[in-house]
């Protein structure tokens, strides 16, 4: 085994996630942190960012660049009581800067808060009864759960297992507690039971399906558990391991993986299967080269007996054959639907996640009268976040429907009523310009793009065609591009990989079409294409499927789909 | 720093030279200051049997004595001019800074010449606030045998235009001192009035003292190299290098970096020294006075001997952004408007300062008009002014250039904008452009002799720009004694004026300590006085400890300061007000707290 990276050796000597993160919040000449602690900030939930549009002309002025932090937090499932949600906007508008920033694993992020003002935001955070322990770094990161809004009490029963979960795989350190509460420092020698003094090799992620949907991308997690579910009853979950999406441009042992499946558990040995398949992460997984560190490497590496083996060793009892299971869709559903407890849910198209006030467009302040009407009158409802950066404003009485229908439509949130699916269905990630990762735009691209690529559906009689659309910008893929029917995914500032033949269930990953082009080029590709798909489609075919059917890209091994 | 015979004509035998270079080798400017004092102390009891090389008459013993006060050097190069003059007239004198004048010979003394500036608000200069004291004291002697003549510096765009001169020249003759000749006020345009008051005031000493056959006097043992090659007068042409904001954000305050190229000037300026420039007036500025008073720019204009277009006087000849008295007195009366009238009246001097403060000539020509003449309103305006910035770089760091932090005075009006003569100048000059500069020097704003000693360094805003020559010198030149930065401004994101600097320089320990207090970045103000008082114990332990402590920046932040380090040393120090009074009066003695404020 080669080097451990030097991150090893920062989450060795941090005194279990402490490192000099106090020291650094306290430093008045820099709004940075001290290098290591920017690293173990992550473990927190946080991220050390800057404005990179302002980058060069404040080296010229000779001063540092303009730092800030976002802070995401852990929120299984993305459930958030209406008065949670009140919270988290007046947090979000008092300390941030961007509004709030509905993510890709169902939780929330805010961006543009001040060293300053981060443990103020933390304890607010606090306050209202949410933390963002393990949000980021080398941890078991936000654990997603269908939204699933018709079947509530299977939604209840699986996210009270996303919730156990979450807080079991936990770190135990006070670390949190003590950088960001008034907790009195300690030496830190308590123990990790779980996640061992260094943590994790690299970030680990879980999540929950209910077919017939597959809004979590069930195959891009490490560990996805697809509840089977008999008569009505929830018989326990397939259990797929080894799925990812990150790869580097290049890097040829980097890919994106879909995870593979390898039996079935009872719901009772959820938290034994998550434990054993973590602390194989935990040893068996790359500690000296991060980029190729994930689960999925570690399963590749040692094939996928050994691991079923080696999680049933580690488990303490042999995994079922898997069950099989059906998806039929993966986006969200939009507007009034009806739960089987009588209660109504409202799905919300939030454009990429974000919900901020800007340009005429009051997002942010209809949540929050929307969050507000619920707190006072129906505290038991929740709003709900959809790993497609969305919004679900679920258990809502009948009688507050028409309130709420008032609000969405003052505050331009009734999106789904005019938008194409086109429209409804993208994800597009963070990008530029808070993103170190981005080489290009995304997310504040799409409102100039997607107007586009719309017309040239309409012109082909595709108007309300739904295509799914994810757009990253960069390999990292942090909109699950790889699953995507098209895909766009960032090379260099205005240059993009376009990556074709996905299907929509998200069950089978793209290929590269074209290279390194630009948006003239990537519209008139399309343009060919869907000239071809309007006339040679086969009734209700996708146009992923077509494009794979009529062989423009060949389904591959998922090795060779990276960028 | 060697005494050798660079000195102008020293009268010391060669021997005796060795022994002083002895006695002075290595002693930091506190010592030599003392030392300058001391020697004159005993130059002063030589009267009766002065020794073979102070030649002046026995019988009389008469003497004048030239004391000055000084901040930015004016004074002291009026009251050394004088020195020369009388010197080569073959008369015995003495000069002496007000710090160095032993008060307590007062009583003796025959014949004296005081040149003083005012500062701050109606402040005397830091070098002569113990003697304007002393003589305010009722410890004050009786002078029956003093003559005197007084000449005061001044900037008339100050409502307190020459005061200190003028309350002392009051003061000496209630003390019962003869007045040879009238007070003289000099403006900015200082030798204007200074040229007729020191030949009146050569004359008078030719009467009163007999001339002996050779001079003496205390030579100032810091050889200034004349920085007089240059001059406001003679500016050299030197060129911009690099214009670059230091600020971020629109909006908000804008600071310029410039980097200055000085190559072929000879000028050899210290950490510490200013720069002076010769501003032009804003284009659009001198076109707005045109129009306001349907003047044609074209006009050939005569004044005091010299012919230019209109536009050229107003443009690089006269001051057309700072109101003074004499303008508001002329407007007054032109435009025959009581209210105006009134301002000038001592019990509105607040309303006055208010209006120097916040206005600019265009602003009252506009609101008052009145029928001017080219003519008139070139002898109406004052000359146009040079500005001082304090320098930002050592050489030892930058070699030929010279970097300045200028605060671009930029402001909008309901009449248009208005900007700063010369910081809207050095704006808005492009790398490559030419501007006129010269050399200040500024021998009370040095570092300590002696590297091992500690600094303290309080300079917010562009106070700061001294202490950026400071760092890099003490850093070029290895200077053990620490550093410690005390800086503050609006805002930590967009004002951190040379951050990325500051904080290399506690990377690589040139400095070695560093306090901010950004004042608007949170609900209640908080400045630079905050932080020291808060840190009041390391500042008393590093003064106990021999530290020097500099204040750069606006006046009244200055003042502030000076009250906090007096509770400081109060609390910490265990004294009463006027014990802390003491100390800090003793710091300044010893040259070991400067200030340059503006
Ligand atoms: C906010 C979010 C995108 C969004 O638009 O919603 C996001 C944003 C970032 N991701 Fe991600 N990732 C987000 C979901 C994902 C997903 C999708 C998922 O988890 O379902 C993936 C692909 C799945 C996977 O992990 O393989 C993903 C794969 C990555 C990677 C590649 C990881 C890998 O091992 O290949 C990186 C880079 C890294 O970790 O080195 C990354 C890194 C980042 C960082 C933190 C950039 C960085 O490391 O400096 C991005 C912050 C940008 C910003 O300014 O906010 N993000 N990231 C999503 C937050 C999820 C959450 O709430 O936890
Ligand atoms: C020893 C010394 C060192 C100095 N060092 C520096 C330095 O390092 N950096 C630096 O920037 N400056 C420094 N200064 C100050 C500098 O010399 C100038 O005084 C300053 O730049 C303003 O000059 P100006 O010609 O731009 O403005 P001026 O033309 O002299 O004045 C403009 C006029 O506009 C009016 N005015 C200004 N602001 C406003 C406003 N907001 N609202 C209404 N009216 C207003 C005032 O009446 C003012 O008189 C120093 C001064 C001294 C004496
Ligand atoms: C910060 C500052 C404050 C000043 N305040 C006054 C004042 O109140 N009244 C005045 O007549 N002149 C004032 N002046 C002008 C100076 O007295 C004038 O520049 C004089 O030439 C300085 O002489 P010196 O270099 O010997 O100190 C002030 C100058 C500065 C820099
Ligand atoms: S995909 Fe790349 S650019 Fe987009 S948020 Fe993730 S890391 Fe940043």
């Known amino acids: ?563 | 720093m060697p005494v050798t015979a660079t000195s102008p004509r020293l009268p010391l035998p060669r021997e005796r030279l060795r022994h002083l270079e002895l006695l002075t080798h290595g002693l930091d400017s506190a010592g030599l200051w003392w030392l300058s004092g001391y020697t004159a102390g005993l130059a002063a009891r030589e009267n009766s049997a002065p020794d073979a090389h102070v030649a002046t008459e026995p019988e009389t013993g008469a003497r004048l004595a030239i004391v000055y006060g000084s901040q930015t050097g004016n004074s002291k190069r009026i009251a050394e001019q004088l020195q020369r003059q009388v010197e080569t007239a073959g008369l015995a004198v003495r000069l002496l800074r007000a710090d160095a004048y032993p008060v307590r010979e007062l009583a003796k003394e025959r014949l004296l010449y005081v040149v003083i500036s005012t500062q701050g608000d109606g402040d005397p200069p830091d070098d002569a606030r113990g003697f304007i004291d002393f003589l305010a004291s009722r410890r004050a002697p009786k002078l029956e045998s003093l003559s005197f003549a007084v000449l005061g510096l001044g900037d008339s765009s100050y409502p307190q235009f020459c005061v200190v001169g003028r309350k002392l020249d009051a003061r000496l003759a209630e003390l019962g001192a003869t007045r040879l000749f009238a007070f003289g006020e000099a403006d900015l345009d200082v030798d204007t009035i200074a040229e007729p008051w020191t030949q009146k005031a050569l004359t008078h000493a030719r009467e009163m003292l007999k001339a002996p056959a050779s001079a003496t006097n205390v030579t100032p043992l810091r050889p200034h190299a004349e920085s007089a090659t240059w001059s406001a007068a003679r500016p050299f042409e030197a060129e911009v290098l690099v214009n670059q904001r230091l600020t971020a954000g629109d909006g908000g305050k804008d600071v310029r970096h410039l980097e200055i190229d000085l190559a072929g000037s000879g000028l050899d300026y210290e950490p510490g020294d200013a720069l002076g420039i010769v501003p032009r007036n804003p284009g659009p500025l001198v076109e707005a006075v045109l129009d306001a008073l349907h003047l044609d720019g074209a006009t050939a204009t005569a004044h005091a001997g010299a012919t230019h277009s209109l536009r050229e006087w107003l443009t690089s000849k006269r001051e057309l952004t700072r109101l003074n008295r004499p303008l508001v007195a002329a407007l007054a009366q032109r435009s025959g408007d009581p209210a105006l009238q009134a301002l000038l009246q001592p019990e509105h001097a607040d309303a006055l300062r208010a209006l120097f403060e916040n206005h600019q000539p265009i602003d009252l020509l506009q609101k008052y008009p009145a029928s001017w003449s080219g003519d008139m309103l070139v002898a109406t305006l004052r000359p146009l002014a040079p500005r001082l910035y304090s320098i930002a770089s050592s050489r030892a760091a930058v070699e030929d250039e010279v970097h300045l932090a200028v605060a671009h005075v930029e402001y909008a009006t309901a009449a248009g904008t208005r900007w700063g003569a010369a910081s809207h100048w050095l704006a808005t000059r492009e790398e490559g452009d030419a501007i006129e500069v010269y050399l200040e020097r500024n021998e009370r704003f040095r570092l300590p002799g002696d590297p091992d000693r500690d600094v303290i360094m309080i300079g917010p805003g562009t106070g700061v720009a001294p202490f950026r020559a400071f760092v890099q010198h003490r850093a070029a030149i290895g200077a053990r004694g620490r550093n410690w930065l005390l800086f503050g401004n609006p805002h930590f994101r967009s004002d951190f004026l040379y951050q990325v600097e500051w904080q290399a320089a506690l990377r690589d320990g040139s400095l070695h300590r560093m306090d901010v207090a950004f004042s608007r970045d949170q609900a209640a103000k908080l400045y630079v006085q905050h932080r020291l008082r808060e840190h009041g114990r390391d500042v008393f332990d590093w003064l106990e400890n021999g530290a020097h402590l500099y204040v750069c920046g606006a006046t009244a932040m200055a003042r502030d300061v000076e009250d906090a380090l007096r509770d400081v040393i109060m609390k910490h120090g265990a004294g009463d007000a006027d014990a802390a009074g003491e100390y800090i009066a003793t710091l300044r003695e010893q040259h070991r707290y400067a200030r340059d404020v503006y």
């Not at chain 1, 279990?16 to 942190?33: N, Y």
């Not at chain 1, 169902?106 to 009864?129: E, N, P, S, W, Y």
């Not at chain 1, 809004?215 to 259990?239: K, N, T």
């Not at chain 1, 739960?339 to 198209?349: A, I, Q, S, V």
């Open chain 1, 1 to 563: 085994m080669n080097e451990p990276s030097d991150l090893e050796r920062i989450k060795r000597e941090s005194r279990h996630l402490r490192g000099s993160l106090r020291e650094s919040l306290a430093d008045p000449i820099t709004g940075a942190l001290h290098a290591d602690d920017v690293q173990l900030l992550k473990f927190h939930g946080g991220y050390q960012q800057d404005d990179r549009d302002v980058r060069e002309a404040r080296r010229l002025a000779k001063l540092e660049p303009d730092y800030s932090f976002f802070l995401r937090l852990r929120l299984p499932g993305g459930v958030l009581t209406p008065a949670q949600w009140l919270a988290m906007d007046a947090m979000a508008q008092r300390y941030g800067t961007r509004g709030l920033r509905l993510t890709t694993r169902q939780t929330i992020q805010t961006h543009g808060i001040r060293k300053v003002d981060l443990r103020a935001a933390a304890q607010a955070i606090h306050a209202c009864g949410l933390d963002t322990i393990a949000a980021c770094g080398d941890d078991n990161r936000n654990v997603v759960a269908a939204v699933n809004p018709l079947l509530s009490r299977l939604h209840a029963q699986i996210f009270g297992q996303a919730q156990a979960l979450s807080a079991h795989l936990r770190p135990k350190s006070r670390a949190w507690y003590e950088t960001w509460l008034d907790e009195p420092a300690t030496d830190g020698n308590e123990a990790e039971p779980l996640l061992g003094d260094t943590y994790l090799p690299r970030k680990f992620k879980i999540g929950f399906a209910v077919p017939p949907d597959n809004d979590i991308d069930v195959f891009s997690q490490d560990v996805g558990l697809v509840a089977i579910v008999a008569d009505g009853e929830l018989a326990g979950y397939d259990v797929l391991v080894g799925g990812g999406m990150g790869a580097s441009h290049g890097n040829t042992r980097t890919y994106p993986r879909m995870a593979s499946p390898i039996g079935f558990i009872t719901p009772d040995q959820v938290t034994a299967l998550a434990e054993a398949a973590l602390t194989l992460q935990r040893d068996h997984g790359d500690r000296s080269d991060r980029a190729h560190a994930r689960f999925k490497y570690t399963v590749d590496d040692h094939g996928l007996p050994w691991i079923k083996a080696e999680v049933e060793r580690r488990a303490g009892f042999a995994l079922r054959p898997s069950r099989g299971f059906e998806f039929a869709q993966r986006g969200d559903r939009f507007g009034w639907r009806r739960g089987e407890d009588g209660r109504w849910h409202l799905g919300l198209r939030i454009p990429f996640g974000r919900v901020q006030d800007k340009a005429g467009v009051t997002r942010q302040t209809g949540m929050r009268e929307v969050a507000a009407l619920l707190a006072g009158r129906a505290p038991d409802a929740q709003i709900r976040l959809t790993p497609n950066q969305n919004a679900l404003v679920a258990g809502v009485p009948a009688e507050l429907r028409e309130p709420i229908d008032a609000i969405v439509a003052t505050h331009d949130l009734a999106l789904h009523r005019a938008s194409s699916r086109l429209a409804l269905n993208t994800i597009a990630c963070v990008a530029l310009p808070t993103c170190g990762l981005a080489m290009a735009e995304s997310e504040r691209w799409m409102p100039t793009f997607l107007p586009r690529l719309q017309a040239l559906l309409d012109r082909h009689g595709l108007h309300g065609e739904p295509i799914d659309l994810r757009v990253s910008g960069c390999p990292n893929g942090c909109s699950r591009p790889y699953l995507a029917e098209v895909a766009l995914i960032g090379k260099a500032p205005g240059r993009y990989n376009l990556m074709l033949g996905g299907d929509h269930r998200g069950q089978r990953m793209n290929a590269l079409y074209r290279e390194n082009i630009t948006e003239p080029a990537i519209l008139a590709a399309l343009d060919g294409l869907l000239a071809r798909f309007a006339a040679e489609r086969e009734t209700g075919e996708h146009f992923g499927d077509f494009l794979v059917r009529t062989g423009v890209v060949m389904p591959r091994d998922s090795r060779e789909a990276a960028a």
